[in-house]
């Protein structure tokens, strides 16, 4: 099994993630790691050959936050990459939504600014941070660019103040410390949107930056939004390149061996409140629903 985080808080969060899902706290990111090394889970991820813990989007406050933590409890990590944004050098789509929902909030409070964006927009900016950085994210790039204009956002000055993502001068230090460094596309785009090709392109492309900038050999891949291809053929063109070792995706418990991808637990969004156990009772009770489900159907093929 491998635990799923973005990042862990500890006090405020930054204006490009506060919009975005709950997030684990410090002290409960901590009593994960306890629970994962009184039940040796870890060491079943191990025997499996991967980490139990994961950091998706290459975020600087999970390397802050969590190194010290996980050398102290002795757990290994992987931490997935997602390349266009590597040493700040792009903010992530999603991350821009939220920045631009923060800065709405809190500089847009007189009436006479908000009907200003609301009439460019047409979209309302009473709701809270969480469902406008998600009516922000569905608008067209078109409308993004004309909103940071009109709010004077410059993201490339976020990026070089804020330094949100790692820099290869981290990920090194992490390497060094014996975590694992991943691929998680070029530009995070969901998979079941994209073409065959573009889903092609965004694996290879970011597996052979990772490899060529930290000199590593195989590359394992975590797909944005745990969304796994369906075509065979994406399976079959990228295992002929021998760049991946192993793919991550889809929620869920238990890796059946069957199955192209080994399956994640989000500890977040409606997790984020919930003790491990918990989380790991609630994941077994859908597995086993999943089970007779599928179970379910392979009777019916039969009569
Ligand atoms: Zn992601």
Not at 8 to 15: D, F, L, R
Not at 83 to 101: D, F, V
Not at 104 to 130: A, D, G, M, P, V
Request: proline fraction near 4%.
């Amino acid at each position: 099994m491998q635990f799923l985080y973005h990042y862990i808080h500890s006090g405020k969060k930054p204006p490009h993630l506060i919009g975005l899902y709950n997030s684990r706290s410090v002290e409960k990111f901590e009593q994960d790691l306890r629970f994962i090394k009184k039940k040796n889970l870890d060491r079943i991820s191990k025997k499996m050959r991967f980490s139990v813990i994961s950091f998706d989007d290459g975020l600087t406050t999970c390397f802050e936050q969590t190194i010290e933590l996980l050398k102290k409890y002795q757990l290994e990590a992987t931490f997935f990459i997602v390349t266009n944004t590597l040493n700040n050098k792009a903010l992530a789509h999603e991350h821009l939504s939220s920045l631009i929902a923060h800065l709405l909030k809190t500089k847009y409070t007189s009436q006479k600014s908000i009907s200003q964006i609301e009439s460019i927009l047409s979209i309302s900016l009473t709701q809270n941070i969480r469902s406008l950085t998600k009516e922000i994210r569905l608008l067209p790039q078109k409308n993004i660019d004309e909103l940071c204009k009109s709010i004077q956002l410059d993201a490339q000055d976020y990026l070089d103040r804020e330094k949100p993502y790692l820099t290869n001068c981290q990920i090194e230090k992490l390497i060094e410390g014996g975590f694992t460094i991943g691929a998680h596309s070029c530009s995070h785009p969901n998979f079941a949107e994209i073409s065959l090709e573009e889903q092609i392109y965004e694996t290879i492309e970011s597996a052979k930056l990772i490899q060529k900038n930290f000199g590593l050999k195989k590359i394992p891949f975590a797909f944005p939004y745990l969304r796994v291809p369906d075509n065979p053929v994406y399976f079959s063109e990228i295992k002929k390149t021998g760049l991946i070792s192993e793919f991550y995706g889809q929620h869920g418990l238990i890796w059946d061996k069957s199955l192209p991808f080994i399956p994640r637990i989000s500890i977040e969004a409606e997790n984020a409140e919930l003790p491990i156990n918990v989380i790991l009772k609630k994941e077994k009770k859908i597995q086993r629903k999943r089970f007779v489900k599928t179970l379910n159907r392979k009777i019916k093929s039969f009569i």
